[in-house]
């Protein structure tokens, strides 16, 4: 399992998220991609999407990182 995880913090707007990726083999033979984002120290949404193959995973994860990294996010550890 490949897991980012993400956190935002703006006091004066008080925002406080985090965003976390897992990458992570499924039943079937292919791969998937579990994004789960919302304020911190609460419950988050959870979405995933399947790839065929790991390495396609892998990438839709590093280009997420890299999306949310733009937006101010900062790498806290996986």
Request: glycine share 8%.
């Amino acid at each position: 399992m490949y897991r980012i995880y993400l956190e935002y913090h703006n006091d004066a707007e008080n925002k406080h998220r985090f965003y976390q990726l897992w990458v992570v083999p499924s039943l079937f033979e292919d791969w998937t991609l579990v994004k789960e984002w919302g304020r911190v120290g609460s419950p988050g949404t959870v979405r995933k999407e399947w790839f065929s193959t790991e390495t396609e995973a892998m990438t839709a994860q590093a280009l997420w990182k890299d999306k949310k990294m733009k937006k101010g996010y900062l790498d806290r550890g996986g």
